[in-house]
């Protein structure tokens, strides 16, 4: 059946639009208080692994402010847990492995599972959301890159410099790349279990891609991020959004992806410059200017959209949105690209 | 009197080399077993205060390895505590400011001291480092930018996002405008002394500015950075160095600054394009790459001068040195420099 709105799927096969999408990465988070009540009950895994939870929470965002694309709600790190490697996620602190890997051992005893198995809680979800959506507007499904799993993987939690995953990489780069490897079969498996689930598009994101040289980033990350664009994208239309990898958007221009997430750091003519002007790019406000009050959030959107192009763009934040944004700024912003007017 | 090794002065002055100087930004620093035993005994405010123990922290790694220049031992957030803002230093946690300024009122309570005055201990610190320099390299002064010191004083410690300091700007531009303006006088005439006191070179931290959009970047950081150049530039080279920054690297190039300090995630060459091609550049090195093998380390130093060429290039990390390098890995980086023949 087909999408009623199939605008974000139309703006990344490159189509000419009315106007452009909107979704904001994170949109089914902490900024939303029915969020925060079915968050006072139910930790963080059970909302992931429970599929009445995970699709509640993927479509609230939507009843409140009508955004072109849902986002499954879920998180990268599913993939490790199914890995074999122990994921907590604690309060106040983030993700915590307390067993993470640092030698050939660790990564031996990794395991490349049977997602239609270990993760079978998600696609349950995918299907539970597609009901919700009842072909409203497209879901898209979501992986870490094989690099931003090995960062928690090796660091065992958050980090400014990932320092011990580099470190781990640089000293070791045989197991490090055996890692990556067991990371990429596995997210390959699962995108492909995503999309046949009944996601309309997946976005890979790449969070930590942007604490590695341009060098080191092709042989740490892009390289599995490319294996993961050869393998999906005869099926779904694939998003890369790499955070700080503005050096690394030419070569994924040329990857056979169909749109590429931008940050807020790179401007809408620096982005568009350095992808080579033709393919779809999605961002990039900058998540703190939803801070700034309504009135002056909508001129700033209007004036990005202006910049990107209203064509081959997708309007989104140029990370996750903040945990204490107003519920009347990030309707501002939504707003801001369905009142869009081209001048 | 001149200093005997001046190839770094001469490469901030664009000069033809025989080889690039070369120093690492947080030299002296936690990864050297004499810095530990001072530290030990000395909480960190007190080793900033006492002459003589900065100036001996400053010139332990020069002992140990022979770098082109010093830099004075000292912290960014000297200045907001001269202007009556307390600021602590945990261990294990960094800075922390307990009374972070967020308002009108707070701005107010800030004062542009008398750095001559509050600040005379970091210039006693200058002399007895000249006179254990001897004049045989030159000393580097520095301070935070603008910006970067905001970022604490209204954070109140370190952050991953700085939202509390980007919201405050973002939402009250009046009273963080003024904020900004009341670090900008401080940090001149702090820079003016230091400059006085006897060294040779300044070097500006933006280590925070690539938090911002381009546009955001120029309203709250660039602009007080060039009224810190302007004023500077008649009376010492400077260099300014802007984590993250890469896309200010073209307005950088034109503002007087002598040389630019460059992050791992801009190539040589796109940091020598984007800076049109003329200025000194100082970088770029990982400094979690300083984790691979010595001869890993020398290696891919002899390809980061080729690439960025023996002129107007001072060879440098691309942030400060990590605490857990090895010492025979920084000397495989200062001595790879020094063996460096031009192919």
């Not at 087909?2 to 452009?20: M, Y």
């Not at 991020?225 to 239309?237: H, M, T, V």
Request: net charge neutral.
């Amino acid at each position: 059946m087909s999408i009623k709105n199939d605008l974000f799927l139309r703006a990344l096969k490159g189509e000419t639009v009315e106007r452009p999408p909107v979704w904001m990465m994170r949109q089914a988070g902490r900024y939303l208080p029915e969020f925060m009540a079915i968050r006072e009950k139910y930790d963080f895994f059970t909302r992931c692994r429970t599929p009445e939870l995970a699709s509640e929470i993927t479509v609230q965002p939507i009843r409140r402010y009508g955004m072109d694309a849902a986002i499954l709600f879920s998180d990268i790190l599913v993939i490790p847990q199914a890995m074999n490697i122990e994921v907590q996620m604690k309060p106040n602190f983030g993700p915590y492995l307390p067993n993470p890997v640092h030698d050939q051992k660790g990564v031996d005893e990794v395991i490349v599972p049977d997602v239609n198995v270990e993760l079978d809680y998600v696609m349950q979800a995918i299907k539970a959301t597609k009901e919700l959506l009842n072909n409203d507007i497209p879901l898209i499904g979501f992986a870490g890159s094989p690099w931003t799993i090995l960062c928690y993987v090796v660091q065992g939690q958050g980090s400014k410099t990932f320092d011990k995953a580099k470190e781990f990489c640089f000293t070791n780069p045989v197991a490090a790349h055996q890692l990556l490897q067991k990371i990429t079969d596995t997210t390959i498996a699962y995108l492909k279990a995503k999309v046949k689930a009944g996601v309309n598009a997946v976005q890979v994101f790449d969070s930590w891609g942007g604490m590695l040289s341009p060098v080191d980033y092709q042989e740490f990350s892009f390289k599995y991020i490319q294996q993961i664009i050869d393998a999906l994208k005869e099926e779904a239309l694939v998003i890369v959004f790499g955070k700080g990898c503005w050096f690394a958007l030419g070569d994924m221009a040329k990857s056979g992806a169909s749109a590429l997430g931008v940050d807020w750091t790179c401007s809408a003519r620096n982005a568009r410059y350095l992808s080579g002007g033709n393919i779809t790019l999605q961002g990039n406000f900058d998540p703190a200017r939803l801070l700034s009050p309504p009135a002056v959030i909508k001129k700033m959107v209007t004036q990005m959209i202006n910049e990107f192009g209203k064509d081959k763009y997708v309007v989104n934040l140029g990370h996750g949105i903040l945990p204490n944004v107003p519920l009347d700024n990030a309707k501002a912003f939504i707003d801001a690209v369905k009142e869009y007017q081209q001048h």
